[in-house]
């Protein structure tokens, strides 16, 4: 095989290779996304429905004074922290192929290999980190709070609009949609740079 052969069959593993990032990178995404939304769309409900549900649990007498009831609340406090390696188990798994596929292709250039690898792993981050903290700290602590001490879902000692601190939720998610944004855009020049050249220049 000479080396023009070498070369252009080198060149099709590639771009086999790239389609492979490219199947994993819309996993990726899809996966975070969905995980996004599954937690927003929850947290809301438990938003509207905390305190209605804390109201129902009293008059029909379960509450802290009934082992049950504690236990059961336990055990949902256990669910969510088991969630923690549900996600990322989701986000890693799609993640890792990924970065072995960009390693494996030869033809893209190192930079652009670290470029992309690196914004995946801080959206990676920024996403499991922040649903960990979401969904842990701040719901499980809650349950406990309204259904087993019976106060209110707001906290009086923030104010009116304690709620609106769960803001701060939403920056490192969005952090993650920019570098999944950028990761598309670095992969579409790296598809340009494959599959642009047909041939291998005569010398």
Same mark, same amino acid.
Request: charged share 25%; hydrophobic share 40%; glycine share 6%.
């Given at each position: 095989?000479?080396?023009?052969?070498? $070369?252009?069959?080198?060149?099709?593993?590639?771009?086999? &290779?790239?389609?492979?990032?490219?199947?994993?990178?819309?996993?990726?995404?899809?996966?975070?996304?969905? =995980?996004?939304?599954?937690?927003?769309?929850?947290?809301?409900?438990?938003?509207?429905?905390?305190?209605?549900?804390?109201?129902?649990?009293?008059?029909?007498?379960?509450?802290?004074?009934? =082992?049950?009831?504690?236990?059961?609340?336990?055990?949902?406090?256990?669910?969510?922290?088991?969630?923690?390696? #549900? #996600?990322?188990?989701?986000? $890693?798994?799609?993640?890792?192929?990924?970065?072995?596929?960009?390693?494996?292709?030869?033809?893209?250039?190192?930079?652009?290999?670290?470029? &992309?690898?690196?914004?995946?792993?801080?959206?990676?981050?920024?996403?499991?980190?922040?649903? $960990? $903290?979401?969904?842990?700290?701040?719901?499980?602590?809650?349950?406990?709070? &309204?259904?087993?001490?019976?106060?209110? =879902?707001?906290?009086?000692?923030?104010?009116?609009?304690?709620?609106?601190?769960?803001?701060?939720?939403?920056?490192?998610? #969005?952090?993650?949609?920019?570098?999944?944004?950028?990761?598309?855009?670095?992969?579409?020049?790296?598809?340009?740079?494959?599959?642009?050249?047909?041939?291998?220049?005569?010398?």
């Amino acid at each position: 095989m000479n080396i023009k052969e070498t $070369k252009n069959q080198q060149k099709n593993i590639d771009k086999e &290779v790239f389609k492979r990032i490219n199947d994993k990178f819309k996993q990726y995404w899809k996966v975070l996304f969905t =995980l996004i939304t599954c937690y927003i769309v929850g947290y809301l409900c438990w938003s509207i429905g905390a305190e209605k549900i804390r109201d129902l649990l009293k008059k029909n007498n379960l509450n802290k004074g009934v =082992l049950f009831f504690v236990i059961s609340i336990a055990l949902l406090q256990g669910l969510l922290f088991s969630l923690d390696g #549900v #996600v990322t188990s989701l986000l $890693k798994a799609p993640f890792n192929q990924m970065c072995y596929a960009i390693n494996k292709a030869e033809r893209i250039d190192d930079k652009k290999k670290d470029y &992309v690898i690196t914004k995946a792993t801080e959206s990676n981050e920024h996403c499991k980190e922040t649903l $960990k $903290k979401f969904g842990i700290l701040t719901i499980g602590a809650e349950v406990v709070k &309204v259904l087993i001490k019976g106060k209110n =879902l707001q906290d009086e000692d923030a104010g009116r609009y304690g709620q609106w601190l769960m803001i701060s939720y939403l920056v490192p998610l #969005v952090w993650a949609t920019i570098d999944i944004l950028l990761i598309n855009r670095e992969l579409k020049k790296v598809k340009k740079g494959l599959f642009s050249i047909t041939s291998i220049p005569k010398k």
